[in-house]
T-cell receptor
Framework: DTGVSQNPRHKITKRGQNVTFRCDPI?????LYWYRQTLGQGPEFLTY????????KSRLLSDRFSAERPKGSFSTLEIQRTEQGDSAMYLC???????????????FGPGTRLTVL | DQQVKQNSPSLSVQEGRISILNCDYT??????FLWYKKYPAEGPTFLIS?????DKNEDGRFTVFLNKSAKHLSLHIVPSQPGDSAVYFC????????????FGKGTSLLVTP
């Protein structure tokens, strides 16, 4: 078990471009979460999946943000028409999700650092 | 609106002494509280948690205390070790939001030899 992996680890893009990040959860983890962390702040929840179903997306930052988990395994987070304010660390976490309760520990990946020029 | 607050951005403690990290929250719907530890260039790592039905949980050198009436929790590390130097995030979750984590801004702990 190699833990949660995220690719790429770093992404530099120009304003207006689209970017996509990938997250591979721990195998057999049913829940997958996306968070964003800006400088000096704690991680901020964006969305989460139970298997392939996206159960919460109201906290995605704008309609430029979208996430998918088509087969209930890996997930992608896409940002369209990037803005300088999107520069941040994007973190993915996964959990077993069997009970969906509070003791379902979330394990985080190393994150993808996005820089929008 | 910051629902979880860590008012001390940094803390410095001597090796062997106690480290106390504090956290306050505003949302009374929170029923589960966690502490995560983060090293540079890594994602947060789960450290310890506590349910709202308890007031204390202990795991080795780490103890978390919860005061529901004051909406306050704290993490005690005894004895502190240089390897404990990291950023510590307090997080809280609620059933009505799928237990998504709400994080504080973090406290940077430095344990000096």
């Amino acid at each position: 078990d190699t833990g949660v992996s995220q690719n790429p680890r770093h992404k530099i893009t120009k304003r207006g471009q689209n970017v996509t990040f990938r997250c591979d959860p721990i195998s057999e983890h049913n829940r997958l979460y996306w968070y964003r962390q800006t400088l000096g702040q704690g991680p901020e929840f964006l969305t989460y999946f139970q298997n392939e179903a996206q159960l919460e997306k109201s906290r995605l930052l704008s309609d430029r943000f979208s996430a998918e988990r088509p087969k209930g395994s890996f997930s992608t987070l896409e940002i369209q028409r990037t803005e300088q304010g999107d520069s941040a660390m994007y973190l993915c976490a996964s959990s077993l999700g069997l009970s969906g309760g509070p003791t379902d520990t979330q394990y985080f990946g190393p994150g993808t650092r996005l820089t929008v020029l | 609106d910051q629902q979880v607050k860590q008012n001390s951005p940094s803390l410095s403690v001597q090796e062997g002494r106690i480290s106390i990290l504090n956290c306050d929250y505003t949302n009374s719907m929170f029923d589960y509280f966690l502490w995560y530890k983060k090293y540079p260039a890594e994602g947060p790592t789960f450290l310890i948690s506590i349910s709202s039905i308890k007031d204390k949980n202990e795991d080795g050198r780490f103890t978390v205390f919860l005061n529901k009436s004051a909406k306050h929790l704290s993490l005690h590390i005894v004895p502190s070790q240089p390897g404990d130097s990291a950023v510590y995030f307090c997080a809280a979750s609620a059933r009505n939001s799928g237990y998504a984590l709400n994080f504080g801004k973090g406290t940077s702990l430095l344990v000096t030899p």
